[in-house]
């Protein structure tokens, strides 16, 4: 039992607890301070999303809502996991860490990549994906990290031996932690090629929210492949395993916090752009007109129809009516010649010969 003069720590507190207080490991208590000062962060952005709610005048913004608070939850709980990691491990630590690690990091990931989905579809002039659609989404691609980690808590632990985790090797504990995230790699590198799609559209505006999340997913990216790396080959010992795991969950959540939540925070309020859009094709869509009553709308209607049969037999009859002119004048000039010019036919003179013969 530490004693307060040595540690820092009642006399009174358990053992597994000193991390939590004990002055001789000081990160304990600069993680503790810093994953508490995250959750109260992340208890701000939930209830300044609740506020600015009825403030969000893009349409579309406003179908993401659900799925942004459904992110700051899992911020939210990777921050208190932190402090699983802290305390020492035991038999009720173990298979929270192991269940709650891949969970909470699989939801988050799922709210990043259904949110990078989206913008695929709007920076490319295309229907988005209705509120509904993506918290539903996002809940069903997490629930399979979800299935994953029963399924391991059940065939290690045998349904009864809770210990078990604090009673393996610190090697095979790490493998397994490790392959227990294969779910939670894949989805990670999802959503950072879904979010390089964002870049390739023609509306612009869009592509910011795609800057947060593809800047989000290269640190997160990063802070994995640094605690996967020393956690397997690194040679600080056992003693260093839950200080590693413990700061990757605080780094990783800040992150999640700067580089996303506070940026899109920004842009949460902001005015919906019609360049944002496609414009409507007015001339080639046909549009629904409204039916008209009345006796007076039907005399226009009828008139417009006789109007135009009559132009268009105009048209269709043009030829014939000018060679009709043309023989027309050919007639009256003909018929306007003096009758004293005629010439005589040779019957009418044979006739006068004969008589005066």
Known sequence: MATTSTSGCPSSL????????D??????????????????????????????????????????????????????????????????LDGSTGPTRFFLFGVLFSLCF??????????TKLVH?????SLLVMLSLAVGLSL??????AEYLILTMNRTNVVIFSELSASRRNEDFVMLLIYVLFLMALTCLMSCFIFCGSFSGWKRHGVHIFLTMLLSI????????????????????????????????????????????????????????????TFCKPQLMKQSYGMENRAYSQEEITQ????????????YSTHFQLQNRTSQKDFSIPRAQTRTSPYNDYEGRKDGS
């Not at 358990?14 to 207080?21: G, N, P, V």
């Not at 002039?125 to 994906?129: D, E, I």
């Open 23 to 88: 002055t001789t490991a000081i990160w304990g208590i600069v993680l503790e301070a810093v994953a508490a000062v995250g959750a109260v962060t992340s208890v701000a952005f939930v209830f300044a999303l609740l506020i600015l709610i009825c403030k969000v005048q893009d349409s579309n913004r406003r179908k993401v809502l659900p799925t942004q608070f459904l992110f700051l939850l899992g911020v939210l709980g990777i921050f208190g996991l932190t402090f699983a990691f802290i305390i020492q």
């Open 125 to 129: 002039g295309r229907r988005p994906l």
């Open 222 to 281: 990063a802070i994995w492949v640094a605690w996967i790396t020393l956690l397997l080959i690194s040679t600080f010992g056992p003693a260093w395993d839950d200080t590693i795991l413990s700061s990757a969950l605080v780094a990783n959540g800040w992150v999640f916090l700067l580089a996303y939540v506070v940026p899109e925070f920004r842009l949460l309020t902001k005015q919906r752009n019609p360049m944002d859009y496609p414009v409507e094709d």
């Open 14 to 21: 358990d053992a597994r607890y000193h991390r939590l207080c």
């Open 144 to 149: 399979v990290q979800d299935i994953i980690a």
């Open 308 to 319: 135009g049969l009559e132009e268009l037999g105009d048209t269709l009859y043009a030829p």
């Open 110 to 119: 799922s709210c990043l990549l259904v949110h990078a989905f989206n913008l």
